[in-house]
């Protein structure tokens, strides 16, 4: 199988086929969905989308902190499926993605993955 | 005084400071990371008071896609070609930041309606160059050189691009990043033969985002770099410390034959000065130190946040913006060891001190700042970057960007707000936009450079 289902939860649940192989953004722009970008090269964020269900490969990614990833924010110029997914895409996806650094701190294991303190490693 | 044979701007400091008053800015506002799904564009301002569209965007010019980020900006030549009269201060260079494309605009056919002559798309610069995410940009004699803030990845250093004149990529300007760490600002002061360079962080980790912990595993910058400006390569190298978190923005006394520089550390908010000393030697002392502010409801006083700083063309005046805390202020630095607090206004930011000017709710706090070349008007915007603002101030989504004008006493120092300047870019045709840096025409304080 080389296509996976991605559904927009927040375009009217538009579904679209696209390749395994080839980064979100790229298959879904292709198939005419409008969607905000800006380096695409997995490090500015812009392209953040929240996964709801289904899986992806995004070990490209610069972008995101840890939470943001708890989260479930995908980088989507980076991200390849790995099954079906649903998404809620755009602006209207980042309601917890921008926080104020001085009112609400990262935990240590909440960091970007290459500076973060895995949490069983605590104590 | 006016010096009509040869090429573009003037033959010194004192002369572009009698030049005629500026009647257009061109200032970037954009769309990026604001939900708006439409380019970034150049606005043209109209700023001559007896015109009927004084204090209005008169015209827009699109980018011909999204996600650009546009940010800063420069002139393909200034006063380091005077002597040149086949060089013409004609097109502006506007990067995006995110997406590493170069927009050359035309302002010189049609200084009312500039229109794009090229773009140098981000992919190519990439591929040639191993760089992305450009920001400064600098006119060298007849090259350009704009500073480059990661490699093709977004990591840091980056480096420098070169461009020719005629805009094509010569390929990277430097020989060597030597040991720096990051990339951000620079400025030159060719009769020293220097360049100082400034460091904000990889694109990586910036453009998501401020995380605040980041400091601390030393992902941003605190340190600045004096180059060997002929040899292209960094000689010496000041450990700012605690001093100089994330110093920014780099100027140099407008005056070719001074050595006198100053930059700005962002998250320390301090003003960090330097200086030849008689043996020659480089030597930085902090100047200026604005303290933390409480805040109600925050658990840590505010930091001013220096997000800019500028001086007048008589190196008399330093004006510097605190984004956080809602304040410009003007100091005197005839003395540049020691400067004299003149003149303080307050727009938007997080202490409430002025939450409205002139009608319109300001969203974000005093940025990007330019001074006419007489130094009487200074023209302010509060945008800092898409994804910083959605952090400290998420209603500028809905309320946009705005710009304001700050009346400035060169004679006794002081500043005042314009009762009667104030563009709304809430109200723009196609949504809420946010404004950042502008330029004039003819040049303006952070341009040029005397060779
Ligand atoms: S476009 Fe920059 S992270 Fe995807």
Redesign the pocket.
């Known amino acids: 199988m080389t296509n996976f289902t991605i559904t927009l939860a927040n375009q009217g649940g538009a579904a679209f086929d696209v390749d395994r192989r080839k980064p979100l953004?790229q298959s879904l722009r292709e198939q005419g969905v409008d969607l905000p970008?800006?380096?695409?090269?997995?490090?500015?964020?812009?392209?953040a989308a929240k996964i709801i269900s289904g899986k992806v490969d995004q070990k490209a990614q610069r972008?995101l902190n840890n939470r943001q990833i708890n989260n479930g924010y995908i980088?989507?110029?980076v991200a390849r499926p790995m099954s079906d997914c649903t998404l809620e895409v755009g602006v209207e996806s980042h309601d917890k993605l921008y926080r104020n650094p001085f009112l609400d701190p990262l935990a240590a294991h909440e960091l970007k993955a290459d500076i973060a303190t895995p949490l069983e490693d605590k104590k | 005084m006016t010096n009509h044979c040869c090429g573009p701007g003037y033959a010194s400091p004192a002369e572009a400071m009698t030049a005629p008053r500026e009647k257009l800015l061109y200032t970037i506002a954009i769309y990026t990371g604001t939900g708006i799904q439409k380019p970034d564009y150049l606005c043209t301002i109209d700023v001559d008071p007896e015109s009927p569209t004084y204090s209005q965007v008169i015209s827009r010019l699109q980018m011909p896609g999204i996600g650009d980020e546009l940010h800063h900006s420069g002139w393909n030549a200034c006063s380091s070609c005077h002597g040149d009269a086949s060089m013409e201060r004609k097109y502006l260079i506007v990067p995006g930041v995110?997406s590493s494309n170069l927009h050359i605009v035309d302002c010189g056919t049609d200084p009312r309606n500039p229109t794009l002559f090229k773009v140098i798309d981000g992919a190519e610069i990439k591929a040639r160059t191993n760089l992305s995410a450009p920001h400064t940009v600098h006119c060298l004699g007849s090259d350009i050189i704009v500073s480059m803030l990661g490699d093709a990845q977004g990591n840091a250093p980056g480096g420098y691009l070169q461009l020719s004149k005629e805009f094509e990529i010569v390929g990277r300007w430097e020989n060597s990043m030597g040991s720096i760490k990051f990339g951000y600002d620079f400025w030159y002061q060719p009769r020293h033969n220097v360049m100082v360079s400034s460091e904000w962080a990889a694109p990586n980790t910036f453009m998501p985002g401020f995380d605040l912990e980041e400091v601390g595993h030393l992902k941003y910058g605190r340190e600045i770099h004096f180059w060997d400006f002929e040899k292209k390569e960094p000689k010496h190298t000041f450990y700012l410390g605690e001093d100089g978190l994330i110093p920014l923005e780099v100027r140099f006394h407008h005056n070719p034959d001074s050595s006198h520089g100053f930059v700005g550390a962002a998250l320390s908010a301090n003003i960090i000065h330097w200086w030849k000393d008689a043996a020659g030697d480089w030597q930085w002392e902090k100047i200026i130190d604005v303290g933390n502010e409480p805040h109600p409801e925050w658990p840590i006083p505010i930091p001013g946040v220096i997000s800019v700083i500028l001086l007048s063309m008589d190196d008399r005046y330093l004006y510097l913006c605190n984004w956080l805390h809602g304040d410009i202020r003007q100091y005197d630095i005839s003395d540049p060891h020691n400067a004299k607090l003149t003149g303080q206004v307050w727009m938007g930011g997080l202490l409430g001190h002025a939450p409205e000017v002139n009608g319109v709710k300001v969203t974000g706090g005093p940025q990007m700042i330019q001074l006419s070349l007489d130094g009487k008007r200074l023209y302010v915007t509060t945008s800092l970057f898409s994804t910083w603002d959605n952090q400290f101030y998420p209603e500028i989504r809905t309320n946009g960007g705005c710009m304001l004008m700050v009346n400035c006493d060169t004679e006794n120092g002081g500043m005042e707000i314009d009762p009667l300047f104030v563009v709304d870019f809430g109200k723009e045709p196609n949504g809420p936009s946010r404004c950042h840096e502008t330029r004039y025409p003819g040049g303006d304080c952070t341009s040029d450079i005397w060779a």
């Open positions: 953004l970008y800006g380096c695409k090269y997995g490090g500015c964020i812009t392209c972008a980088i989507l110029c | 995110r």
